[in-house]
């Protein structure tokens, strides 16, 4: 089969590049770098990768010809990215969506698959129990409303055009490959450095950390899933931030203390209390849904990043 995958240099692309070409599959990227490129070089060769902007309709016209399926990753990612450059977010959501979508229908492309997010629920998360799909939602920030306003806008083509399209509301994903922009390698970052864990709020915010490994079998085995459909992908636990800092203290045996500051002003993501999400969804749809505990994930990673640096 032959994919395309936007966005695909970066953290959570970039590890689905991977296992699409370990599949066997014939695998385009577009990706604009802007945060760099995190496909293994052994990868890199055995792809197709185009260097340009999902905005620019002309070229996502031209690649996506004879393109089975789409994985519409690309975005513009980070907390502190998001509350500064709020045009430029809804910009390349929208817009990037919008050329997807025309040049998957003039192509008849089967399947659009996009990347959504749960911070879509925001302040809805204080419910007593997972979230699930049918929570209403209440997107705070640019980023969660453009996520939010396509999902409907892909739920529309599915009506009128039939292409399959599936919403991925990814909870707080994590793993190798992931900058300090994200919570748990800045920590890591922190802590190895011997530095105070700055943990904004009082800690006890919790979290859905959901293992990138988990994250990509869930995207594989959508690809078998037909219809409109939006799905968490979420670990089914949570922790809080606090706890979470003091993790990563331990597993690297580090002397840095933890301290607590105020949220920065506009960084609505913060300020949530809660969110822990269901897959039961995706299981139902699926038979597997993420399964890696914390304290496993946090091991693998420190792991493999030790490796990284001193082979």
Same mark, same amino acid.
């Given at each position: ?24 599959? *014939?695998?385009?990227?577009? *990706? ?15 792809? &197709? ?5 999902? +905005? ?135 802590? +190895? ?23 990509? *079998? ?31 203290? *331990? ?5 840095? &203390? ?16 809660? +969110? ?7 299981? &139902? ?27």
């Amino acid at each position: 089969m032959k994919l395309l995958v936007t966005g695909g240099a970066g953290f959570i692309g970039s590890h689905l590049v991977e296992r699409l070409v370990e599949l066997g599959h *014939d695998v385009v990227v577009i *990706d604009n770098l802007l945060r760099g490129n995190k496909i293994p070089l052994e990868v890199l060769s055995k792809i &197709t990768f185009i260097h340009g902007d999902v +905005r620019d309709q002309t070229l996502v016209e031209h690649w996506v010809k004879d393109i089975d399926v789409i994985f519409h990753f690309a975005a513009v990612l980070g907390v502190d990215v998001v509350a500064d450059q709020p045009v430029e977010t809804m910009d390349v959501e929208v817009i990037g969506t919008r050329n997807i979508v025309n040049a998957a229908r003039m192509h008849k492309v089967k399947k659009i698959l996009y990347a959504s997010t749960s911070g879509i629920y925001s302040h809805s998360a204080i419910v007593q129990t997972a979230l699930t799909e049918e929570v209403n939602v209440d997107p705070r920030t640019s980023y969660a409303m453009a996520k939010r306003y396509n999902e409907i806008y892909l739920a529309s083509h599915y009506e009128e055009s039939g292409i399959d399209c599936i919403a991925l509301r990814f909870f707080n994903v994590y793993g190798e490959r992931q900058d300090n922009r994200m919570v748990i390698p800045r920590f890591f970052e922190q802590a +190895r450095e011997g530095k105070k864990l700055t943990v904004f709020g009082n800690g006890l915010q919790t979290r859905d950390f959901t293992y990138i490994v988990d994250v990509i *079998d869930a995207c594989i085995a959508l690809l078998q899933v037909d219809g409109f459909h939006i799905i968490n992908i979420a670990n089914e636990k949570e922790w809080t931030i606090g706890e979470l800092a003091r993790k990563i203290v *331990d597993i690297t045996n580090s002397s840095s &203390t933890i301290s607590y500051l105020d949220a920065p002003k506009k960084r609505y993501d913060y300020e949530v209390e809660r +969110r822990i999400g269901s897959s039961e969804k995706l299981f &139902t749809l699926t038979g597997i849904k993420p399964k890696t505990e914390l304290d496993f994930g946090l091991l693998q990673l420190n792991t493999s990043e030790q490796t990284a640096k001193y082979g």
